[in-house]
């Protein structure tokens, strides 16, 4: 059985991160060893919340694992408290990152433009640094524009489609030949086109935008089931255009649910009846 180490938080409400990574790894048939960075009874877009940070558990996972033998098909890190988290997930690397190993990098830093709360000049710098170790990175626009050095702003000044998904390319092939990874830029809304959220796949030699019905908002947790739905494609044989397509679908059944039960945006989307969809 295919085994995913999956460095990121637990928050208790919000569907995101590793309540969201879990059951795709574990529908998908790979098996999901968790390191959490953290532990949060809500993700940080709720007005309160409380986090226990879990930085020093990281090196002493490494060890506990190194003893036990263990080994992983995948690597796949994505909400990191801190700069001090990304140096001990080197050592991590160091130790598990072998030839075999696909790391997918989720440099969760913010979205719609606005960094999350635990946002420092500090992290972007370390997570640049990991991005370029990265086989896959899935940011959203706004973790985009940050590692690539573009503005969200100027982006957002382009009145169509066209001229936005070209500056929205130009941003995301700049990361992609700074890493050499593949690309995949999630949740593009471009404007005119309220009805439809797209993604944005850029390799060393081309690029493919994708994009399937929405209701416009802008929920918890979608980027990081996006995310883990590619993962677990990749584990499971299937090549990531293929992934991306299945990603898409499972993400709009849930989102369409989501919208017409009215649940409050920080709450997440209602994925887990389509989880079958993953099978
Ligand atoms: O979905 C990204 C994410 C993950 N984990 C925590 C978050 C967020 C986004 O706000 O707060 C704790």
Same mark, same amino acid.
């Given at each position: 059985? !295919? !085994?995913v180490a999956v460095i990121q938080d637990l928050s208790s409400f919000g569907k995101c $991160? #590793?309540?969201? %990574? =879990?059951?795709v790894l574990s529908v998908m048939g790979a098996q999901a060893c968790p390191l959490p960075t953290a532990v949060l009874s809500a993700q940080t877009e709720y007005p309160s919340y @409380?986090?226990?940070? #879990?930085?020093r558990a990281i090196p002493v996972f490494t060890d506990e694992w190194s003893k036990l033998g263990a080994s992983f098909d995948g690597i796949h890190t994505g909400y990191i408290t801190g700069e001090e988290q990304i140096r001990h997930i @080197?050592?991590?690397?160091?130790?598990f990152y072998t030839d075999g190993t696909l790391l997918l990098v989720d440099p969760v830093l913010g979205d719609q433009g606005k960094a999350y709360n635990h946002f420092t000049d500090g992290l972007l710098e370390q997570m640049k640094v990991l991005a370029a170790q990265a086989d896959i990175i899935t940011p959203n626009i706004t973790e985009c524009c940050?590692? %690539? /050095?573009s503005s969200y702003d100027a982006l957002h000044r382009f009145a169509d489609e066209k001229n936005y998904l070209k500056a929205i390319e130009e941003a995301g092939r700049q990361l992609q030949q700074e890493t050499r990874a593949e690309i995949i830029i999630t949740g593009i809304n471009p404007p005119g086109l309220q009805a439809a959220v797209g993604n944005m796949y850029i390799n060393d030699a081309h690029t493919i935008y994708s994009s399937v019905s929405y209701n416009g908002k802008s929920y918890s947790g979608t980027g990081d089931l996006f995310a883990s739905v590619l993962m677990g494609g990749r584990m499971r /044989?299937? *090549? #990531?255009?293929?992934? =991306?397509? #299945?990603?898409? *679908?499972?993400? $709009? %059944? %849930?989102?369409q649910d989501t919208d017409l039960s009215e649940t409050p945006v920080v709450a997440g989307v209602n994925f887990e009846k389509y989880l079958r969809m993953l099978l």
């Amino acid at each position: 059985m !295919k !085994k995913v180490a999956v460095i990121q938080d637990l928050s208790s409400f919000g569907k995101c $991160s #590793l309540t969201a %990574a =879990i059951p795709v790894l574990s529908v998908m048939g790979a098996q999901a060893c968790p390191l959490p960075t953290a532990v949060l009874s809500a993700q940080t877009e709720y007005p309160s919340y @409380f986090c226990e940070d #879990l930085t020093r558990a990281i090196p002493v996972f490494t060890d506990e694992w190194s003893k036990l033998g263990a080994s992983f098909d995948g690597i796949h890190t994505g909400y990191i408290t801190g700069e001090e988290q990304i140096r001990h997930i @080197f050592d991590f690397l160091e130790v598990f990152y072998t030839d075999g190993t696909l790391l997918l990098v989720d440099p969760v830093l913010g979205d719609q433009g606005k960094a999350y709360n635990h946002f420092t000049d500090g992290l972007l710098e370390q997570m640049k640094v990991l991005a370029a170790q990265a086989d896959i990175i899935t940011p959203n626009i706004t973790e985009c524009c940050l590692l %690539a /050095g573009s503005s969200y702003d100027a982006l957002h000044r382009f009145a169509d489609e066209k001229n936005y998904l070209k500056a929205i390319e130009e941003a995301g092939r700049q990361l992609q030949q700074e890493t050499r990874a593949e690309i995949i830029i999630t949740g593009i809304n471009p404007p005119g086109l309220q009805a439809a959220v797209g993604n944005m796949y850029i390799n060393d030699a081309h690029t493919i935008y994708s994009s399937v019905s929405y209701n416009g908002k802008s929920y918890s947790g979608t980027g990081d089931l996006f995310a883990s739905v590619l993962m677990g494609g990749r584990m499971r /044989g299937m *090549n #990531l255009e293929q992934s =991306i397509t #299945l990603a898409e *679908n499972f993400l $709009s %059944a %849930a989102i369409q649910d989501t919208d017409l039960s009215e649940t409050p945006v920080v709450a997440g989307v209602n994925f887990e009846k389509y989880l079958r969809m993953l099978l």
